[in-house]
Nanobody, 124 residues
Framework: QVQLVESGGGLVQAGDSLRLSCAVSGRTFSRYAMGWFRQAPGKEREFVAHISWNGGSTYFADSVKGRFTISRDNAKNTVYLQMNSLKPEDTAVYYC?????????????????WGQGTQVTVSS
């Protein structure tokens, strides 16, 4: 059974940093791209970032470009989202997801496994 478990969320102030982690088990982690999505209250879930199977390619939503980075450690079956210069509009539940193949995608339907989410709240 494939499991994705996010951690690292919390309550921070604007301008602070957080690092989210997502540990994956039950599927060969190193073969698949990973993505991060978020859902703010009253809004649809949106793409944040993705990373290819070997970490060689990354892509970010315009809203987080230059502030967030995504990385992975295939030896630890873990993907990370480093979030710097956080803003109140970054407040959301953050989800990690595993792609159906080695490429990252913007579309949710291309991701086959999802974590339960971790709450990030940024106060002004």
């Amino acid at each position: 059974q494939v499991q994705l478990v996010e951690s690292g969320g919390g309550l921070v102030q604007a301008g602070d940093s957080l690092r989210l982690s997502c540990a994956v088990s039950g599927r060969t982690f190193s073969r698949y791209a990973m993505g991060w999505f978020r859902q703010a209250p009253g809004k649809e879930r949106e793409f944040v970032a993705h990373i290819s199977w070997n970490g060689g390619s990354t892509y970010f939503a315009d809203s987080v470009k230059g502030r967030f980075t995504i990385s992975r450690d295939n030896a630890k079956n873990t993907v990370y989202l480093q979030m710097n210069s956080l803003k109140p509009e970054d407040t959301a539940v953050y989800y990690c997801a595993q792609s159906r193949d080695g490429s990252g995608w913007l579309d949710e339907w291309r991701y086959v496994y999802w974590g339960q989410g971790t709450q990030v709240t940024v106060s002004s």
